[in-house]
């Protein structure tokens, strides 16, 4: 009997200025810089604003003057523990260093929004309002921003950690003013304005969290905006229980988020294979809909660049209870698909010869037929279910967790694929649990099994939001969670941006 088809595939390598190749994005930018720096349509400047209340916009000034100049966290301690500390958390060559470019002395404009006005704000015991009311404090900054001569590349929006504490799905608010309204009260208040002025109907149609509704109402200006709370750039006291990494890994990510919200690209995956292009499918259940079957699908393209375009679908009984599954109907499937490509092509997108579809749920024969239907002739279109395993573990003799990297083959069209484990680069596993796989099954269309693997695992290194050797997920999957909650839980957001640095 053949036993187990366990391998290793290398990890995939990114290019960065002058055509060069390593595998870590630190290095990359730290000696050579980001991929685009001599093109023509890359940033040559990072002009900013800020939006917050004191001390967080004092704070924030104060990092932006910091990333100026190299930032070292690992100086001191024992030998052995400090190699791998620099591995993990390598020191940061100062923002112009690393990515070839200016950086302004100080924000362009600063709009110090009242402290006092915000923690008032999330005192109210309806979670509707609590998110409504903070979202308008800071939207309200955010147009007057927008409407001056600057320009800016992106909005810095600090967030006191009151707001991220109180403003999400399961908060709860203790001690504040006025009652949680019932779910027969809020159906009443979605449709019936109020001759009092105590509420607004449409924050009952707004997600409850403040971030997602932010990220969905800001896209109405044609400026990205970054949210940062207030802990991550050391202030306040919920900095110190936050356990966070040092201020050198905070840079790291911070300032390629940022990079790339101003247009840049900080590294492309190399040797990626031309016209192919992967689509992660994200869906999403009604928070409002009566009926426990709504739901919504969201489409995220992605190439070889890193560039995505984002589009949503309509609403459905795409959920089925019984089976805790997704699917659409053939033509939902066509409309979605024929929208993401109207986008990308829009955008001076090239032509393409394939199609892979990532999806957390199955694919259903019709569904998989939809999707064939809005391609031009002759793409081939491969239907891939990619989600985390729940029982499945391997395990290597000694301390150490499995290779990133490790592929267990199951047969022609089944895998299992570990994209976390430990990394030979940062001589450290960098998570917190037995590294769980990703099971690839090739559900509908033509391919390899372990050429699907090996695109799932270069997707992992096109995380943009933070600066890593490589994530957990590929992007199609790991971000299909914060498009759909941004896109599905704002239903009546009328301004969608198809562009994915609005979502991150």
Not at 56 to 72: D, H, M, N, T, Y
Not at 311 to 334: H, I, M, T, V
Request: aromatic letters at 10%.
């Amino acid at each position: 009997m053949k036993g187990p088809d366990v391998g290793l595939l290398e990890e995939p390598c990114l290019e960065f200025r002058y055509g060069q190749r390593v595998t870590d994005p630190h290095v990359g930018l730290g000696l050579f810089g980001p991929f685009d720096a001599d093109q023509p349509g890359r940033p040559h400047g990072m002009p900013y604003a800020v939006i917050g209340a004191e001390p967080g916009v004092s704070g924030f000034l104060k990092f932006a003057e910091s990333v100026r100049r190299p930032v070292i966290s690992c100086e001191y301690g024992d030998p052995d523990v400090l190699s791998k500390n620099r591995a993990l958390w390598p020191p940061f060559p100062g923002i112009e260093a690393a990515f070839s470019i200016e950086w302004p002395h100080g924000a362009g404009w600063i709009g110090t929004i009242d402290r006092n006005r915000v923690l008032n704000a999330i005192r109210d015991k309806d979670p509707h309002k609590r998110a409504y009311d903070v979202c308008n404090i800071y939207l309200d900054a955010i147009r007057i921003a927008v409407e001056r001569d600057e320009s800016f590349a992106a909005i810095m929006c600090i967030v006191p950690d009151e707001v991220w504490n109180a403003c999400r799905p399961e908060s709860r608010v203790v001690h504040g003013v006025g009652r949680k309204p019932t779910k027969q009260e809020i159906e009443v208040r979605r449709i019936q304005p109020n001759l009092f002025g105590d509420y607004e109907p449409a924050q009952y149609e707004l997600s409850v969290d403040f971030r997602r509704q932010l990220k969905a109402r800001a896209m109405e200006f044609p400026v990205p905006i970054q949210v940062v709370r207030e802990s991550t750039i050391g202030v306040g006291a919920a900095a110190a229980d936050r356990r966070l990494s040092p201020a050198s890994d905070c840079a790291w990510n911070l300032l390629t988020t940022f990079y790339y919200k101003a247009g840049g690209k900080p590294w492309r995956l190399a040797g990626a294979r031309e016209e192919v292009c992967y689509i992660g499918l994200a869906f999403r259940r009604s928070e409002v809909a009566k009926d426990t079957r709504t739901a919504c699908c969201a489409a995220q393209m992605f190439l070889d660049t890193g560039d995505g375009v984002v589009f949503r679908g309509e609403f459905g009984p795409w959920y089925s209870p019984e089976e805790r599954q997704y699917q659409l109907d053939r033509k939902a499937a066509r409309d979605l698909l024929e929208g993401v490509l109207r986008i990308y092509r829009e955008q001076g997108g090239k032509s393409l010869r394939e199609v892979f579809l990532h999806s957390r749920s199955r694919i259903s024969r019709e569904e998989y037929e939809g999707y064939c239907e809005a391609c031009p002739r002759g793409v081939k279109v491969v239907g891939v279910r990619v989600r985390r395993d729940t029982w499945m573990r391997l395990y290597r003799k000694g301390t150490r967790p499995v290779l990133r990297g490790t592929v267990w083959e199951m047969g022609p069209r089944t895998a299992y694929l570990w994209a976390s484990g430990f990394k030979p680069e940062l001589l450290t596993y960098d998570g917190w649990e037995t590294p769980r796989p990703l099971r690839i099954d090739v559900q509908h269309g033509d391919a390899d099994v372990r050429q699907v693997c090996g695109d799932i695992f270069g997707l992992t290194k096109l995380n943009y939001n933070a600066c890593k050797v490589g994530d957990s997920e590929p992007v199609t999957v790991g971000f299909s969670d914060a498009v759909g909650e941004i896109l599905v839980t704002n239903p009546n957001v009328r301004a969608r941006r198809p562009n994915f640095k609005f979502y991150i």
